[in-house]
């Protein structure tokens, strides 16, 4: 079974910092996919990254791919109150299924 | 823009009673899912269905769970005898196709006493 390691667990920043998340793998994922929870509502959809090397921007978030497909990033820059949720990553356990295996998510909280 | 509906938001139940859990996807998406996420654990892949029929389950969709499309638009999935361990967010998503975005609903929260 296909493991997503994500880090860190739990984020706490000021208002205007930069701040980076990780989801890590030793397995080859054909895509990742981040997502945003807020409580008790259900994940939504951020980016989906496809090809090694790729970097994705979404305003003030910039995805990055690792070259090998096992590994994915998210920076933040400025982060803002609204930034706040837990920030969830998934890949498709095989290369051609769509079951998808979630991360255990990183809980990021930003201070006014 | 188009989003996965379900209903109801929460459902509270006694154990070994049937629940059933309803879901409408986007309306052009072929590819339906079910997933849970038990209070502080990560979300877990139940079920996916495809053209009537399921294509993939998980070890957690025993026997007592069952999924349907009743018709064009609705999706469910039914618990026939709950029992404490159900406990949790339930969620459908939908795609387009079988590699593509996979899109979330709200969830049901599942209470089971």
């Known amino acids: 079974t296909q493991l997503l390691e994500q880090s860190p667990q739990f984020l706490s920043i000021q208002e205007g910092e930069n701040l980076t998340v990780y989801c890590n793998s030793s397995?080859?994922?054909?895509?990742l996919q981040w997502y945003r929870q807020e409580p008790g509502e259900g994940p939504v959809l951020l980016v989906t990254?496809?090809?090694?090397?790729e970097v994705k921007k979404l305003k003030r978030l910039t995805f990055q791919f690792g070259d090998a497909r096992k590994d994915s990033s998210l920076h933040i820059t400025a982060a803002q109150p609204g930034d706040t949720g837990l920030y969830l990553c998934a890949g498709p356990e095989l290369e051609y299924g769509n079951k998808l295996v979630f991360g255990a998510g990183t809980i990021l909280r930003v201070k006014s | 823009e188009p989003e996965v509906t379900q209903t109801p938001s929460h459902q509270v139940t006694q154990m070994g009673q049937e629940v059933i859990l309803r879901c409408v996807p986007i309306?052009?998406?072929?590819?339906f899912y079910w997933y849970r996420q038990i209070l502080g654990q990560k979300v877990e892949f139940l079920v996916s269905?495809?053209?009537?029929?399921?294509?993939?389950k998980s070890e957690i969709f025993d026997d007592q769970f069952s999924v349907e499309r009743p018709d064009g638009s609705n999706f469910t999935l039914k618990i026939r005898s709950t029992k404490l361990e159900d406990s949790a967010m339930y969620f459908c998503a939908s795609s387009e196709d079988n590699y593509n975005e996979q899109f979330f609903g709200p969830g049901t929260r599942l209470t089971v006493l």
């Open positions: 309306s052009n998406h072929l590819y």
């Open positions: 990254v496809v090809t090694g090397g």
């Open positions: 269905f495809y053209n009537n029929e399921i294509s993939e």
């Open positions: 397995s080859v994922f054909s895509s």
